[in-house]
C-alpha cells in the first residue's frame, strides 16, 4: 500500500508506525497503519488518492496536516480528532 501511495502522490515523511501511543485496538499496534506527512502535494490529495486505494482501510487527516492510512478491515474516514469527527464512507466493490 504504501509503495502504490508513494507512487500516486510522490514522497512522504512516516512519523508513526507500530510504537508510540496510539488509540486503543488501533491498526498500529498490529502493524497495520502509518501516520505520514506528504512532501510533494497536499495532505488533502493524499487523503483522496490515499481513500482510492484498493488495499486501504481506514484513512483520516489531522489539522496538523498529518494523514493516517491502515489496511484494517473498518472503512473510516475522519478529519482532525478521530472520536469526535467519525465520518463513514463507503468503496464500492471492497470487500
Known sequence: MIKELVAKIG???I???CGGRH???SQ???GNAIDFRPLATSSRKAVAVAKS???TGG???YSNGLVHVDVGDREIS???HKRSRRVAYARLGRR
Open 11 to 13: 514522497p512522504i515523511q
Open 15 to 17: 512519523t508513526s508506525t
Open 23 to 25: 488509540a486503543r485496538r
Open 28 to 30: 498500529h499496534y498490529r
Open 53 to 55: 486505494l484498493q488495499s
Open 59 to 61: 484513512v483520516g487527516s
Open 78 to 80: 475522519w478529519y482532525g
